[in-house]
């Protein structure tokens, strides 16, 4: 174990038998002779005692050398000894969110059995709910996103220098040659697209990175702006000098918090690279200007640049808060696989913290009057590659009302498989200063919720499920109120 969870566990012990021994430090301090002070830091886990002041504490306590220094914890503190052996604290950039290490270890210190239950709490949940490493990393990475409202000027400022640079002309599409060129010229990359074709089961894999021979081996199936956007993200790892990196796409496995983190700096600089900063404020702008929704405007917005659907979704996520101040707003991408009645939330981003829509991991029915589910359900019954509507959805439960705008596409890697990328902007007093097509009428206006389970619609004709935990949630607050009314009666 670090040397310093070492003299942490140690003193948590300590404290744990002065505790139990109903003794105060200065009682501590007057009966070993040890000043009040040094038992203090010792207890802080700051100091680690020499033999000769640990065989002292041993006698005055009547507590056995051995227990004194072994690394084993009993039940009231095992988890924080689990906690601290996982080393998951050096696993997680705790600066990234203005923690210090030694802030968490000072609050374990001070009240070991609360933080115990605490913890405790946090597996028992995490256990129950199948709730994976992976997602825990997943999720600090959105609430390091959301933390920054997902902009990051240093990228951004990157990728304006890798222009520069390389002498890339951001004002025009950015190519996969282009990009190409520059792997092969200046990093010296091999690409290979043949090999991954080879292996059935590498199906779903989009590129493989081998370092030692700075081998690209690509999907041979893979569009132009997927192929772009894997090149940029290997000129990423390479200009931002990152090394620690995952090296599949999609990712099969990581060995660190920093691994993950990495992959989402990267993707960053990928997306801003392929869809400049300049470009698509400019032209936002004139879309938002239109007294009316111009379809075919967005729709060419869209093409106008060498990306998928989803990098341009993803690209408004950064856009929209930094340039104009829209900030409320959550980024939604649903999968879906034809002739089933499967809706599956993948990824979210919530900038505003809102709870509506949010994801549900247990086996609810997502709203079907949700037009992420719409363009799905449209796509898996034609030959379109892109599907694209927009509503405004009143969230009934909250009120909330948001503008939604929607696309879908076909799962390159899947037959059958779809996906649906969404963004949803909060309609405030702000956003209608913003936006002028937000009073069109023709933008359809839809009354919606999260899960049938929890909906409170009664005339919705496309209900996949009872409202069986709003019914639930109903039962229980009348049978409260009838509580209260015998408590006034009879008082």
């Given at each position: 174990?670090?040397?310093?969870?070492?003299?942490?566990?140690?003193?948590?012990?300590?404290?744990?038998?002065?505790?139990?021994?109903?003794?105060?430090?200065?009682?501590?301090?007057?009966?070993?002779?040890?000043?009040?002070?040094?038992?203090?830091?010792?207890?802080?886990?700051?100091?680690?005692?020499?033999?000769?002041?640990i065989?002292?504490?041993?006698?005055?306590?009547?507590?056995?050398?051995?227990?004194?220094?072994?690394?084993?914890?009993?039940?009231?503190?095992?988890?924080?000894?689990?906690?601290?052996q996982?080393?998951?604290?050096?696993?997680?950039?705790?600066?990234?969110?203005?923690?210090?290490?030694?802030?968490?270890?000072?609050?374990?210190?001070?009240?070991?059995?609360?933080?115990?239950?605490?913890?405790?709490?946090?597996?028992?949940i995490?256990?129950?709910?199948?709730?994976?490493?992976?997602?825990?990393?997943?999720?600090?990475?959105?609430?390091?996103?959301?933390?920054?409202?997902?902009?990051?000027?240093?990228?951004?400022q990157?990728?304006?220098?890798?222009?520069?640079?390389y002498?890339?002309?951001?004002?025009?599409?950015?190519?996969?040659?282009?990009?190409?060129?520059?792997?092969?010229?200046?990093?010296?990359?091999?690409?290979?697209?043949?090999?991954?074709?080879?292996?059935?089961?590498?199906?779903?894999?989009?590129?493989?990175?081998?370092?030692?021979?700075?081998?690209?081996?690509?999907?041979?199936?893979?569009?132009?702006?997927?192929?772009?956007?894997?090149?940029?993200?290997?000129?990423?790892?390479?200009?931002?000098?990152?090394?620690?990196?995952?090296?599949?796409?999609?990712?099969?496995?990581?060995?660190?918090?920093?691994?993950?983190?990495?992959?989402?700096?990267?993707?960053?600089?990928?997306?801003?690279?392929?869809?400049?900063?300049?470009?698509?404020?400019?032209?936002?702008?004139?879309?938002?200007?239109?007294?009316?929704?111009?379809?075919?405007?967005y729709?060419?917005?869209?093409?106008?640049?060498?990306?998928?659907?989803?990098?341009?979704?993803?690209?408004?996520?950064?856009?929209?808060?930094?340039?104009?101040?829209?900030?409320?707003?959550?980024?939604?991408?649903?999968?879906?696989?034809?002739?089933?009645?499967?809706?599956?939330?993948?990824?979210?981003?919530?900038?505003?913290?809102?709870?509506?829509?949010?994801?549900?991991?247990?086996?609810?029915?997502?709203?079907?009057?949700?037009?992420?589910?719409?363009?799905?359900?449209?796509i898996?019954?034609?030959?379109?590659?892109?599907?694209?509507d927009?509503?405004?959805?009143?969230?009934?439960?909250?009120?909330?009302?948001?503008?939604?705008?929607?696309?879908?596409?076909?799962?390159?890697?899947?037959?059958?498989h779809?996906?649906?990328?969404?963004?949803?902007?909060?309609?405030?007093?702000?956003?209608?200063?913003?936006?002028?097509?937000?009073?069109?009428?023709?933008?359809?206006?839809?009354?919606?919720?999260?899960?049938?389970?929890?909906?409170?619609?009664?005339?919705?004709?496309?209900?996949?499920?009872?409202?069986?935990?709003?019914?639930?949630?109903n039962?229980?607050?009348?049978?409260?109120?009838?509580?209260?009314?015998?408590?006034?009666?009879?008082?």
């Amino acid at each position: 174990m670090e040397e310093e969870y070492v003299k942490l566990i140690f003193g948590l012990k300590l404290k744990q038998i002065r505790t139990e021994r109903k003794l105060s430090l200065f009682g501590l301090s007057k009966l070993s002779g040890l000043s009040k002070s040094y038992l203090n830091e010792i207890e802080k886990g700051k100091k680690f005692p020499k033999t000769d002041k640990i065989v002292l504490l041993s006698e005055k306590l009547d507590v056995p050398y051995d227990h004194l220094v072994s690394l084993k914890l009993d039940k009231n503190l095992a988890p924080i000894g689990e906690i601290l052996q996982s080393k998951i604290l050096k696993e997680i950039p705790l600066e990234l969110f203005g923690i210090q290490e030694s802030t968490l270890i000072d609050i374990v210190t001070n009240a070991p059995v609360k933080v115990n239950a605490f913890i405790s709490t946090i597996i028992e949940i995490a256990q129950h709910y199948s709730f994976s490493r992976e997602s825990f990393y997943l999720a600090s990475v959105r609430s390091f996103q959301e933390a920054n409202n997902n902009y990051f000027d240093e990228l951004e400022q990157s990728v304006l220098a890798f222009s520069k640079t390389y002498q890339v002309d951001l004002t025009k599409k950015v190519s996969s040659q282009e990009l190409e060129e520059i792997l092969i010229e200046e990093f010296l990359y091999t690409i290979n697209d043949e090999e991954l074709t080879k292996h059935q089961e590498l199906g779903n894999l989009r590129s493989i990175f081998v370092p030692k021979t700075k081998t690209l081996l690509l999907a041979k199936h893979i569009d132009d702006a997927q192929r772009t956007f894997i090149y940029a993200k290997e000129l990423a790892y390479n200009f931002l000098d990152i090394k620690d990196r995952l090296y599949t796409f999609s990712w099969i496995k990581f060995d660190n918090f920093d691994q993950v983190l990495n992959n989402f700096y990267a993707s960053y600089f990928a997306g801003a690279l392929m869809i400049p900063r300049a470009s698509l404020t400019t032209q936002l702008t004139e879309l938002f200007q239109q007294k009316t929704f111009q379809k075919e405007i967005y729709l060419q917005l869209i093409d106008s640049f060498n990306a998928s659907p989803e990098s341009f979704y993803q690209r408004l996520t950064n856009i929209l808060p930094k340039d104009f101040n829209i900030q409320n707003l959550f980024f939604l991408r649903f999968t879906h696989k034809a002739t089933t009645d499967k809706f599956h939330l993948k990824k979210e981003l919530h900038l505003s913290h809102q709870h509506s829509p949010h994801a549900n991991e247990m086996n609810e029915h997502y709203c079907r009057r949700w037009v992420s589910l719409n363009v799905l359900e449209t796509i898996a019954k034609s030959d379109q590659g892109h599907v694209f509507d927009m509503q405004i959805s009143h969230y009934v439960e909250d009120n909330m009302r948001y503008l939604v705008l929607s696309s879908a596409t076909k799962d390159p890697f899947k037959k059958n498989h779809y996906r649906s990328i969404s963004v949803g902007l909060l309609i405030n007093k702000q956003l209608k200063r913003k936006i002028s097509f937000l009073e069109d009428s023709a933008i359809q206006t839809k009354e919606v919720g999260v899960t049938c389970e929890r909906c409170a619609i009664a005339d919705c004709s496309v209900r996949k499920a009872s409202s069986s935990i709003l019914d639930k949630q109903n039962r229980y607050k009348n049978t409260e109120t009838v509580v209260e009314d015998l408590m006034q009666k009879f008082s």
